[in-house]
């Protein structure tokens, strides 16, 4: 596995004679004596990659994965991993952030606990697992009482590398249940979709604001925390609330250039007849289109209206039908069920942890709530790399009855908290900030991509790399060259809005890549 000196990760024949004999996998063979090497001379070279124990090898534990080197950014995040420290990751979905604690966790001998929001991203991150024949497991409140005690039976004797839990896991009734979990003295503690904590760590899932608690009890491993959004705000309230603000923070793959970013002025009654013209363009025909709305009443009229102009998509909200018929339009649109959908309206409840490549299409009938739900929610396009479009429809001002929506809907989740009225007035003014830190780069005139990305990242610092990270970016990354488009946004392609019609103008992002 590339990990400690046990019977099962022994290689038992050098790689000279074992080339001697087998001389067509000889280039193979030299391969994983360069990747040895390199190790080597990281740990030597290199005090951040001391921390890397003698006989590690990260070559085997890639192969495992299925692949053969790292992405851009990621072996950074795997050192920081190993070397004991306490990571956020910021990265948007299908970027490979679960090989972030993957890796680390199978190089070290003990159990990894993993904090996940949902039942269905536990059991899909659990079934991949199996998958590739790594020993994990998840418990969960759908399973019995015996189940769950065999299962923490074999945490108990190191039988699992991976352990996948609610937060809420950890403050149940059962005595066993809390015990075995504090006995469990885990190598790492990964925090996965970490922009809960902030989000529902003080009302909706408060365990998600205990999370430094359960760390404390579980011994203080190192936590790795991943999010596909999180502004600097955010990332430091993320940090203070899990309490290791001194972690190293790592945004990656924010600015994504095969996404054109078109703000369009339109008011509300207009905007399904815009929203009707795009889907009509032959460019979307049979391909992945998302219309995002704030509300499901906005929702089902837009729906209603598109009806009415011979447009059947349907629209998925959390009240839609039962669970089983939610799953269900979701595989439609993932296309693992019949018959297919292509085009869908829904809220932003519409499948956290969605990694679909060829969402080519991401309108917006208004600004979501945050730049962080906006990051979340336009980035679902163009995950293959290809061109894809991003929508978002303005008032073109700071106030009105978009930003009015937002308001309210802010001020009926604090009222409704269920908090001390202190703590309800700040959560209130933090989403007021949220709300206006949106506005306010949408109304700007500046590049509309630059203003997001520096919201997330701050200044661009381009960081110096040693002479060992050298060496290990040489031997197991590969850095793709980023890919250019004609198109950045509506600002750098200077919209004349009185002269130009928005299907027009989205069609011809199109039309430029192809001539470019």
């Known amino acids: 596995m590339g990990g400690s000196d046990e019977l099962s990760n022994l290689v038992t024949l050098c790689d000279g004679c074992h080339a001697a004999h087998h001389p067509n996998l000889a280039g193979g063979l030299a391969k994983r004596a360069i990747e040895r090497w390199a190790m080597r001379l990281a740990r030597w070279l290199d005090r951040d990659a001391r921390g890397l124990e003698a006989g590690m090898n990260f070559g085997p534990v890639l192969r495992l994965f299925g692949v053969s080197h790292f992405r851009s950014g990621q072996l950074p995040i795997v050192l920081a ?235 998925y909200h959390s009240k839609l039908g039962n669970e089983w018929e939610r799953q269900e339009l979701l595989k439609r649109f993932q296309g693992e069920s019949r018959p297919v959908v292509n085009h869908i309206i829904c809220t932003n409840a519409f499948g956290m942890g969605l990694d679909l490549p060829d969402v080519r299409l991401v309108i917006h009938w208004q600004q979501p709530a945050s730049v962080e739900d906006y990051l979340q929610e336009f980035g679902r396009a163009g995950r293959d790399g290809k061109q894809s479009v991003a929508v978002t429809f303005t008032e073109g001002g700071r106030s009105g009855r978009d930003v009015g929506l937002l308001r309210f809907m802010a001020e009926k989740t604090a009222n409704g908290s269920g908090l001390d009225e202190a703590t309800a007035r700040a959560m209130l003014k933090q989403r007021y900030s949220q709300i206006e830190d949106l506005t306010d780069l949408l109304a700007s005139r500046d590049c509309f991509r630059q203003g997001i990305a520096e919201y997330f990242e701050g200044p661009k610092v381009k960081p110096r790399l040693s002479l060992g990270m050298r060496i290990l970016s040489w031997a197991f990354s590969r850095e793709a060259a980023p890919k250019r488009f004609r198109y950045c946004c509506d600002a750098c392609a200077a919209v004349d809005r009185q002269l130009e019609k928005l299907p027009q103008h989205v069609a011809s992002v199109f039309a430029k890549q192809a001539g470019g």
């Open 81 to 315: 991993a190993l070397a004991g420290k306490s990571v956020l990751v910021v990265s948007p979905t299908g970027s490979g952030k679960s090989l972030c604690f993957q890796i680390p966790a199978l190089l070290r001998n003990g159990c990894t606990l993993v904090v996940s929001p949902l039942k269905t991203l536990m059991a899909d991150q659990v079934s991949g697992l199996l998958r590739k024949k790594i020993p994990a497991t998840f418990v969960n409140s759908a399973l019995s009482a015996e189940e769950k005690e065999i299962r923490y039976d074999m945490v108990g004797v190191n039988a699992v590398k991976f352990l996948y839990l609610a937060p809420e896991r950890f403050f149940v009734k059962s005595r066993d249940e809390r015990k075995a979990l504090a006995g469990s003295e885990p190598e790492f503690l990964v925090v996965d979709e970490a922009h809960c904590v902030d989000a529902w760590g003080r009302d909706f899932r408060p365990e998600y604001g205990r999370l430094a608690e359960v760390r404390e009890k579980l011994g203080s491993p190192p936590i790795l925390a991943f999010t596909a959004t999180a502004g600097q705000a955010m990332q430091r309230r993320i940090l203070a609330s899990l309490g290791i603000e001194d972690a190293e923070v790592f945004v990656r793959g924010v600015d994504r250039p095969n996404i054109a970013m078109v703000r369009w002025q339109a008011a509300p009654s207009a905007r399904h007849h815009e929203i009707a013209s795009l889907l009509r363009l032959p460019v979307f025909a049979g391909r992945k289109v998302m219309v995002f709305v704030p509300t499901a009443r906005i929702g089902q009229e837009l729906q209603t209206d598109l009806k009415n102009n011979g447009l059947e998509i349907p629209f």
